[in-house]
């Protein structure tokens, strides 16, 4: 066991685990923050996207040792009303189905419309193709990702509020 | 252990709906002394309003991404004539109103069992909040009327509101068989409101199964025999107890639990394990193995399934004949949220949080293995981070309570790797098909014979459903059909028999159609005049979908048309095929699926449906090698990505007919739809799943 200090959604935390836990089962079922999901265990779907220092990571290969020091947000701390343009975006466009694979799909694209500031539907695929979806709401991921993009331009633009803190 | 009770969906549909009056609504008539001190009044089983005017609607079918939330409470709303910003939804327990003689979720039956039920339901409750207004005003009910929340008193315009009248209302007794409004009177019903669910799905606050927390909850991950019905001969947990975390290592039915303080403990005190294994006698199935046993069983005939006019003869006099063999491999359901489940097992009861497709299954499963009653047995549905029929199975439940039973009365929950999952799914049966047709001398078929192959699953027609019930009008047909015995344990998987046997028939109808000298969607349309319906979609999508209308170059066209669950669905693919490598750039499709309650939930559905048909052609599929299962996780069983999802366009037929299904409309049809249009581009057959560009070289 190890303490590790991190800054989590703006706050301080401190967690006592074995070093090498991933940063998913500590943010789960350590600190209760259950948006973040397990759906692979091996960086290959996108569920268990969060952000370290503002850069979409794969939460269930990365051990919690690594992220001492840094700020990991986590879709619970994107807005507290769901204000984010992205979650704007994705109610406007009403992409979710089961919903399952949501959390890391708008992490993801939290990360792209942050540096990029009108993504075409190329850019879109290449950041979001490691994010799988089993409902099938790519299309309607791509409608919301572009409006995010415009959400994100009114509200002070890339860089402005990109879920990195 | 015992297998979970098995399910004959289309029982269901006939059973369900011969249950009338109070079990529809599930009316509790008020007793003395027992009225509801706190909390939502209750009007009936599905209606509870509030005394601060919130109306809180019981969906008693799993949301898995379906939209049931939202539908169905469009169906209560809609006669309930409540504010829709006041709605409030939760999953009830286990109940004969919520399913007779089970409760669950499948079979794209969700509206077509609710439709009436819940109008009566919102009804019903309207007419209570009307009748305790009327006696409070002491007026006669027809003066009154329900508008947005409240009663009015058309008289004096007075209102009052729903939360005002709730606790009158709840002590009247119930009417039944209030009328329901005419069509062209809906105002919710045929419209698309947002969807409910959606702003707990974008902040991380929908809670499905796998995020239930109890106190003092451990954590368990358990590891099965890598051989379907194999068992434990012998196992050393000791190492396992040494991993930081782990609590206990316990032997249940199926495999060695280890059960920790976190999930990540419990994975990695399991692979610490050491278990030897009685592997039992399907050790040495393979794929390769199995094609060649189902090829033997081909050649020989079947148990006829569906028999018109004499087959053997017309083959004999036909001008021109076609055979082929179509084969489909076993495909995993892979819903993106593992499978797992949360137990607390007491000796006075037990309680199950779980994503269920059919809770009923669920609870007696638990009953089962506590022992206890099954009324002791609480199941508290949770969101479903995908279903696809996964969900319907009881197994994840049986293993989960069997773990808690041992660790009594801790709760526990059990979650599944990824690789759990594609090892130890009930997967979607392989199949073998040999065709025949025969042509006269027009081109006009004259016979057509098929011989299907496939594990038997499920109800009597699953695993001929969508060639042996084929609506062409051909003058001599055979099916016959042929079990054979694997020990791959197999289920439904959206859309069941059709998501194989529609990729089957409307593949070779094409075969057909070339061998004629026709046109697909012409010699089509000569065999539909029988079923309007399905002829109509088809139609549709030729015409919105460009049919005969010329591509950029490299693009060719395929079509297929669907009718299952009710519902009827066409489709027109385009895409390119390079190097054997197949692309997909847009998808049309027209469906039939008589009223619909909510058009962006459907067509939400249409594309949901095509992009889980779309990932078998192109890339899934389940081989076995030593009994096991080869793929493992997401690298090798790869669904379909953002960069390969074609543009979807639906067209919905307006239709007053009963509503038909939607969920697994689409599944089927996509399939053949593609593989048509690669062979437009190649003049290849793709005759086996899921393609390989070699053959396409």
């Known amino acids: ?165 | 252990m015992k297998t979970p009770t098995k399910i004959n969906r289309r029982g269901f549909l006939k059973s369900s709906a011969a249950v009338g009056g109070g079990l529809v609504l599930g009316f509790h008539l008020p007793e003395k002394g027992q009225a509801q001190t706190s909390g939502p009044l209750k009007l009936n089983a599905f209606v509870k309003v509030g005394t601060d005017d919130t109306v809180t609607l019981e969906i008693h079918k799993s949301e898995m991404g379906q939209g049931t939330v939202t539908s169905l409470s469009q169906l209560l709303a809609e006669e309930l004539e409540c504010d829709w910003k006041k709605i409030r939804t939760e999953f009830p327990g286990v109940e004969p109103v919520y399913g007779t003689p089970m409760m669950g979720t499948y079979g794209s039956l969700s509206i077509r069992t609710s439709y009436n039920q819940l109008r009566q339901a919102g009804a019903a409750a309207r007419e209570m909040l009307i009748q305790a207004a009327a006696q409070q005003w002491n007026v006669d009910k027809s003066q009154c009327r329900a508008e947005n929340n409240s009663v009015i008193n058309t008289a004096t315009n007075a209102r009052l509101s729903y939360g005002s009248l709730a606790a009158a209302a709840a002590k009247l007794p119930a009417p039944t068989n209030v009328p329901l409004k005419p069509a062209a009177q809906f105002k919710l019903i045929g419209t698309s409101p947002k969807r409910l669910d959606t702003p707990l799905k974008v902040n991380g606050s929908a809670g499905f199964g796998i995020d239930v927390r109890r106190p003092g909850m451990l954590y368990a991950s358990l590891e099965r025999c890598p051989v379907f019905g194999g068992k434990v001969a012998s196992f050393d947990g000791s190492k396992a107890m040494a991993v930081p975390g782990v609590k206990k290592v316990v032997q249940i039915s199926n495999g060695v639990a280890v059960i920790a303080d976190n999930t990540w403990s419990a994975m990695e005190g399991r692979k610490a394990l050491t278990i030897k294994w009685d592997e039992g006698k399907w050790a040495s199935v393979s794929t390769p193995a199995l094609r060649q046993e189902w090829a033997a069983l081909a050649a020989k005939p079947g148990q006829s399934v569906r028999k018109v006019g004499d087959a053997a003869t017309a083959f004999a006099g036909a001008a021109k004949k076609v055979e082929a063999v179509y084969e489909a491999p076993y495909l995993s359901h892979a819903p993106m949220e593992p499978l797992n489940a949360t137990v607390e097992v007491r000796a006075d009861g037990c309680d199950v949080w779980v994503s269920s497709q059919i809770q009923s299954a669920a609870q007696q499963t638990a009953a089962m293995i506590t022992g206890l009653p099954a009324e002791k047995c609480q199941i508290h549905t949770q969101y479903l981070g995908g279903g696809f029929g996964r969900r319907g199975g009881a197994d994840y439940v049986a293993e989960a309570v069997e773990i808690a039973k041992a660790m009594s009365p801790t709760p526990v929950k059990l979650t599944w790797t990824r690789e759990d999952d594609l090892q130890h799914d009930t997967y979607r049966p392989a199949s073998y098909v040999k065709f025949s047709g025969g042509l006269d001398a027009q081109g006009n078929p004259v016979a057509f014979s098929a011989r299907i192959v496939c594990p038997p699953f499920g109800g009597n027609n699953t695993a001929v459903e969508g060639i042996q019930d084929m609506r062409y009008s051909i003058p001599n047909v055979q099916v016959e059909y042929t079990a054979p015995d694997t020990g791959t344990p197999v289920s439904y998987w959206r859309s069941v028999g059709y998501s194989q046997n529609c990729y089957f028939m409307e593949a070779f109808l094409d075969e057909m159609a070339a061998a004629a000298g026709k046109d697909p969607v012409e010699f089509r349309r000569a065999l539909l005049a029988g079923t309007p319906r399905l002829l109509n979609v088809l139609n549709l999508a030729a015409e919105k979908g460009d049919w005969g209308k010329p591509l950029p170059a490299g693009r060719f066209r395929g079509v297929a048309v669907v009718n299952n669950i009710g519902s009827f669905n066409a489709q027109v693919a385009e895409v390119s095929v390079n190097q054997g490598k197949v692309k997909v750039y847009r998808v049309v499709c027209a469906v039939d699926c008589g009223q619909v309650v909510n058009p962006a939930i459907v067509e939400q559905q249409i594309q949901s449906g095509i992009v889980y048909g779309l990932g078998t052609v192109t890339k899934l599929g389940i081989t076995l090698d030593k009994g096991r299962v080869v793929q493992k996780n997401f690298n090798n069983y790869d669904p379909i990505r953002i960069d390969e999802m074609p543009v979807v366009e639906v067209h919905i037929v307006p239709s007053t007919q009963n509503p038909g299904g939607i969920g697994e409309a689409s599944t089927p049809t996509i399939v053949p739809a593609v593989v048509n249009a690669v062979y437009a581009a190649t003049k290849k057959r793709v005759r086996m799943l899921p393609i390989r560009p070699a053959d396409l070289v």
């Open chain 1, 1 to 165: 066991m190890a303490a590790v200090k991190f800054t989590l959604n703006g706050k301080s935390q401190t967690v006592d685990v074995v070093p090498q836990m991933p940063l998913l089962w500590v943010l789960r079922d350590h600190l209760g923050m259950t948006g973040t999901k397990f759906g692979c265990g091996m960086a290959l779907c996108g569920a268990c996207t969060v952000h370290i220092n503002g850069q979409p990571v794969r939460s269930c290969v990365t051990q919690v040792s690594t992220v001492a020091g840094k700020n990991v947000t986590t879709i619970e701390g994107l807005s507290a009303d769901n204000s984010h343009p992205v979650q704007k975006a994705w109610i406007e466009a009403d992409v979710p189905q089961c919903g399952y694979c949501q959390s890391g799909q708008i992490m993801t694209a939290a990360a792209l419309v942050a540096k990029t500031t009108n993504p075409s539907d190329n850019d879109i695929d290449e950041a979001m193709r490691g994010n799988l979806c089993r409902c099938g709401t790519y299309q309607s991921i791509r409608q919301a990702v572009h409006l995010a993009a415009r959400y994100q331009a009114q509200s002070g633009g890339a860089q402005a509020k990109g879920g990195a803190r």
